[in-house]
């Protein structure tokens, strides 16, 4: 193994999430009166914490969100996940190769610790991550694409950050990545392979991603 960790984030990478935030994002932005449509909250938010859409929305209407909009999204998205949400294909094959081969892994996500552990029980990834496996930018200053997030989760795993890979599926996130000076691994399920410039790699299944990893 070429790396001392890899680091995943967890929206689209892990669990097949974004498709089901993104749309629910896009209609209850709409409801507010912002219109968005599904590919304006792939472009705009796909990879982010909440803070940057309260950001965006303020910058471009002058208009604040409300203050409960955090609450709402993530109960509307919570009860989706809990119908729809799966696994991505594979990603429990790499795990168990990652676990049987004693590489190091953990998760560092934009999203709250809760959206994460909502999203891994639902779907049964949290077989594989203990509380000690979990980074939220909830943890740390600045969201992606800081490189605050993937530092932190370095340093908590006590691995040096040219020792670590980042498996993500957003510009924000290989731009954090990049920023930390990390190798960083785009995964194209979702995003085109040029809105992932400056990744060290890319795939588009994860069954390609244990090859990269050697």
């Known amino acids: 193994m070429r790396y001392d960790l890899v680091i995943f984030d967890n929206d689209g990478v892990l669990v097949d999430s974004e498709p089901i935030s993104n749309r629910l994002l896009a209609a209850y932005l709409t409801e507010l009166g912002h219109p968005t449509s599904y590919e304006d909250s792939i472009r705009d938010y796909m990879g982010s914490a909440m803070h940057r859409i309260h950001d965006l929305v303020q910058e471009r209407t002058g208009r604040q969100l409300p203050p409960d909009f955090d609450d709402v999204f993530h109960a509307r998205v919570f009860a989706a996940f809990e119908r729809e949400l799966k696994p991505v294909p594979g990603v429990a094959d790499v795990l ?14 934009s999203g709250s610790h809760e959206r994460i552990r909502v999203g891994h029980r639902t779907t049964g990834l949290d077989r594989w ?46 731009q954090a990545a990049v920023a930390a000076g990390m190798d960083v691994y785009g995964f194209t399920a979702m995003t085109p392979p040029e809105r992932l410039a400056g990744a060290t790699q890319l795939f588009s299944e994860h069954r390609e991603l244990a090859d990269l990893l050697v």
């Open 96 to 109: 168990a190769q990652l676990t049987a081969d004693a590489v190091p892994y953990c998760v560092a996500s």
């Open 129 to 174: 991550f203990d509380e000690d496996r979990i980074f939220s930018s909830q943890d740390v200053g600045r969201g992606k694409p800081a490189p605050d997030l993937f530092l932190y989760a370095a340093e908590r795993m006590g691995v040096p950050p040219q020792r670590c890979v980042v498996i993500e599926d957003s510009p924000l996130g290989v």
